[in-house]
């Protein structure tokens, strides 16, 4: 028989069977409709339509393999295997609502469809709903206990819940079976390196290095570890994969930061310097940041978020003491508060938690507010008290040792600190605030995981640390002594006296173990968990100064905050 004619036949076979499929779901035999959706899919592998979709998918033509998998779902509205392929394509872009809709679509048709599963478990854990991505991954591992690609994901999920633990007995277990896998190497390293381990975390960075020298990412996370420092061999394998003429885009970026590091710790500023802006030039090409938006909130914060407004208020919102948010911008001496704050008994320390600006970016989207801030002035007080709980309820899942407060250290939550007032009246706001100069260079040489978008260009900087001392100024004005504010810099240089304040704004007796926090062996994951697991120490606090040659511009553009920032 022609190919053609296979593939026609492939096609009708798929087509009947989906019809099939459909007649018995409409006639209530759910088990049997979804054996013949299944059925369908296993036809459609030969379908021309469906494989020219998939090649263009694997390819990485994104702009072909959509417009081919709708013009499929527009013929044939129950095809379970081009709603799976338009869900991947939707997770590569980030479109995780449209994947987790045309997969609960699938998964309706075919519960056993466990491609369709795999992938929903996917957009789940990309959207912080974790719980729920577990499920899936669970229920995919009952029926494979040895499958790899589940006992990996379910390991990166078990990462954001914090349990690094089990985390990593599943990657040791996944590259006991494959070896030969650098990037799950990388993310032992980063699970080692969390719990402490910090030399077993390296040589797992080695080994991913040793699979695949141009591996970006692992260089940097070396680099990341702050007191790591490389090699004359180190930083010529660097740039030799710099320069290679297949490196990609991601790897690059990488290998720039990690480089900048290599040669600050060497003393060569100027090539350090070099390689941190091509680094941020790179990766601020792949993000969309526009400075003029976080101004305008903050312009309509201060016209909005008046003490009248709050007094108006009074009483709104759950009653839940439990959070403390540390707020401020990254680099700013927060993860030390949370440190210092988690060696006491009565506080646990989580992570930086994503829920209260997910709860902002939903209220943002409401149509009778106005956008955000603007929408808090639609809020009644039922929907505070609401929100309030909802907030209580997401973060439960990170609260694992029953203390009586827990710490949300978000830097970003400064935008939403009007947010906490209304929803939860009783939380602690801590505003970790570090010299203007050396917060900003300290974050745009640092590459982040996620986020940050501002962090990438030293003008987008000095705007944002501008408009978040502003902002911070008006919440003191409006709600004077809600906000806690800690100076870097005050910090190092007296920590008793500054814990004491700290531990006495929060109703907290003086606990000895704050000041000896590097003896804490709780996990850290960001970028200064090497850092706090040393006494307090000044040498980094005037980094910058190194770099004073080229940071003229960033100078000018911060003196609007050269007499306020302190206060």
Request: glycine letters at 6%; proline letters at 4%.
């Given at each position: ?5 296979v ?8 087509a009947?069977?989906r ?8 006639q ?8 013949a ?34 013009q499929?779902?527009k ?10 392929m ?58 494979q ?17 914090g ?6 007995a ?64 180190d ?8 320069a290679?003429?297949?490196a990609?885009?991601?790897d690059?970026?990488?290998l720039h ?30 993000l ?30 759950a009653?839940d ?27 646990e ?22 956008g955000?801030p ?6 009644t ?8 709980e909802?907030?209580?309820e997401?973060?439960?899942?990170q ?12 830097p ?6 009007g ?13 970790a ?9 300290s ?24 408009d ?39 109703g ?8 000896t ?29 190194r770099?004073?040659?080229w ?17």
């Open positions: 028989m022609p190919a053609t004619d593939e026609d036949r492939a096609a009708q076979d798929a009947q069977w019809a099939h499929g459909d007649a018995l779901h409409a209530g035999d759910a088990t049997g409709g979804a054996e959706h299944l059925r369908a899919l296993a036809a459609s592998t030969r379908d021309p339509a469906m494989v020219a979709a998939a090649h263009a998918l694997n390819g990485g033509d994104l702009p072909v393999a959509e417009r081919l998998l709708k499929q779902l013929n044939c509205p129950t095809d379970i295997g081009a709603m799976r338009l869900a991947e394509l939707a997770i590569r872009l980030g479109r995780y609502g449209d994947a987790r809709a045309l997969l609960d679509r699938a998964l309706d048709l075919a519960p056993t469809f466990d491609a369709a599963r795999f992938a929903r478990a996917l957009a789940l854990s990309r959207t912080n709903r974790l719980s729920e991505a577990l499920e899936d991954i669970d229920a995919l591992l009952a029926k206990p040895d499958n790899l690609s589940y006992l990996n994901l379910r390991a990166t999920i078990l990462v954001r819940l349990d690094y633990e089990a985390a990593h599943l990657y040791t277990r996944v590259l006991d079976a494959r070896p030969d896998q650098p990037k799950i190497w990388m993310s032992l390293g980063h699970v080692l390196k969390t719990m402490g381990r910090t030399e077993e975390g390296v040589a797992a960075y080695r080994r991913s290095l040793a699979q695949r020298s141009a591996l970006g990412e692992s260089w940097w996370s070396l680099a990341n570890l702050k007191t790591y420092r490389f090699a004359d061999a930083i010529a394998q660097m740039e030799a994969a710099l290679a003429s297949d990609d885009e991601e690059r970026l990488h930061f990690a480089l900048g590091k290599a040669y600050e710790d060497r003393g060569e500023h100027r090539q350090a310097f070099e390689h941190y802006e091509q680094g941020n030039s790179l990766r601020k090409g792949q969309a940041y526009d400075p003029a938006e976080v101004t305008t909130k903050v312009a309509s914060a201060k016209k909005l978020l008046t003490a009248a407004f709050f007094e108006e208020r009074r009483g709104f919102g009653d003491s439990s959070p403390i948010f540390v707020v401020g911008l990254p680099r700013s001496g927060s993860t030390l508060i949370e440190q210092i704050l988690a060696s006491h008994p009565s506080v320390g989580t992570m930086e938690l994503p829920d209260l600006d997910k709860i902002a970016k939903r209220l943002a989207a409401r149509k009778d507010g106005g955000f603007g929408v808090l002035g639609a809020l007080e039922d929907e505070c008290r609401a929100l309030g909802e907030y209580i997401r973060t439960r899942i609260r694992r040792l029953g203390r009586p407060f827990f710490i949300d250290k978000l970003n939550n400064w935008l939403n600190v947010l906490v007032q209304l929803i939860l009246p009783n939380a602690k706001i801590v505003d605030r570090r010299h203007p100069m050396a917060c900003c260079f974050a745009w040489k640092q590459h982040f995981a996620r986020g940050q978008a501002f962090t990438y260009d030293l003008n987008d900087l000095s705007g944002y640390y501008c978040y001392v502003a902002h911070m100024a008006h919440i003191d004005g409006v709600l004077p002594g809600r906000v806690h504010r800690v100076i870097h810099e005050d910090l190092v240089a007296d920590p008793e006296a500054q814990v004491q304040r700290l531990l006495d704004y929060l907290l007796p003086f606990d000895e173990r704050c000041l926090f590097y003896q804490n062996e709780r996990a850290v994951r960001t970028a200064s968990s090497e850092q706090v697991r040393r006494p307090i120490s000044a040498d980094g606090l005037d980094q910058w100064r770099f004073e040659p940071l003229g511009d960033l100078a000018r553009r911060l003196e609007p905050v050269w007499q306020t920032w302190m206060r």
